[in-house]
């Protein structure tokens, strides 16, 4: 059984902790719970899908992210590493302040 961490943080303070025993428990749990609207929608256009209206499932979320880190998600893959979702993240966190700030920029 492979176990899982997930942790989140902002301004030093911890937002998010969870711990998954296995990935597929986290198949029906909201993205909310880890990443912000932005962030979200991010993942979804820097991979060229269009977002929902609604927010999506976390492993949806989670293995867009790690795509963007370098995951490749073939069939026979299995999970993405810490690396990639890492990686990822880094691309999701950039791309989604430039979203703030050009909505900030148009107000």
């Known amino acids: 059984m492979r176990k899982w961490t997930c942790t989140r943080e902002r301004d030093g ?17 909201n993205a909310g719970l880890l990443f912000e609207h932005d962030e979200w ?17 976390l492993n949806e979320v989670v293995c867009l992210v790690a795509m963007l880190g370098g995951f490749v998600a ?10 990639t979702i890492w990686q990822g993240l880094q ?3 950039d791309f989604a302040t430039g979203l703030r ?3 900030e920029l148009g107000d």
């Open 13 to 29: 303070n911890s937002r998010n902790f969870i711990q998954f025993q296995d990935a597929n428990e986290w198949t029906d749990l």
């Open 41 to 57: 929608r991010a993942a979804f256009v820097l991979n060229k899908k269009k977002p929902p209206n609604s927010s999506p499932r």
């Open 74 to 83: 073939r069939k026979g893959d299995g999970e993405p590493g810490v690396k």
């Open 91 to 93: 691309r999701v966190t």
């Open 101 to 103: 700030y050009a909505r």
